[in-house]
């Protein structure tokens, strides 16, 4: 652990799915050391980073554009990044307002999407109705703040919900299931 740093999570968008946009974690662990950031850890495959800096510029935004630049030099594709503190990420947890599905489908059944609106802390505008129409019966969805949360018991993968939600919400979103949260979490707090 470095003193008088502070630690934050990068949210990396569109990684690692479908074949598209490879990016192996240890070269990105590399490129997050290579830009000075300590303590760097990466958690599975799509593009979580745990890490610390003794600066945050001018915060977290300031951060997130050297990150996309650094990845697509190295890696020809560039990445939306959302960078949050470990504190946001607590509150997001906190707020959660489906507590009870976290437990669903080993915590695969409750997705949080952190809005590209994070960086601004300007509220999306929703469309509701579309939303909506879209959502299965079984389905539950609330914002609250910068973060959609999703309630999808049937999957995730299934739910047109889940594949509209980021068109519906008119701006760009990174999405991560409650096991994910959760892990990167106790990653945060081992600093």
Avoid at 19 to 31: F, H, Q, R, V, Y
Avoid at 138 to 144: A, H, K, S
Avoid at 172 to 189: D, G, I, M, S, Y
Wanted: with cysteine.
């Amino acid at each position: 652990m470095t003193s008088g740093a502070k630690t934050w999570i990068a949210l990396l968008r569109g990684v690692n799915v479908g074949g598209k946009n490879k990016l192996p974690m240890k070269e990105l662990a590399s490129e997050f050391e290579a830009l000075g950031f300590v303590d760097v850890q990466t958690y599975i495959q799509s593009g979580n980073v745990v890490f610390r800096s003794r600066t945050a510029g001018n915060g977290p935004a300031s951060m997130a554009a050297p990150i996309a630049a650094s990845i697509k030099n190295k890696f020809g594709f560039e990445p939306g990044v959302i960078v949050l503190s470990k504190e946001e990420l607590a509150s997001a947890a906190a707020s959660n307002p489906f507590p009870e599905a976290g437990k669903e489908l080993d915590g695969k059944a409750l997705h949080l999407f952190f809005l590209g609106e994070f960086l601004s802390n300007k509220p999306p505008k929703i469309d509701a109705r579309s939303l909506d129409a879209v959502r299965r019966p079984t389905e539950r969805w609330q914002v609250i703040g910068s973060v959609f949360y999703l309630h999808a018991p049937e999957g995730f993968g299934n739910s047109k919900l889940a594949a509209r939600a980021e068109r519906c919400l008119g701006v760009p979103a990174t999405a991560r299931n409650w096991r994910t949260v959760c892990e990167l979490l106790k990653l945060a707090e081992d600093d």
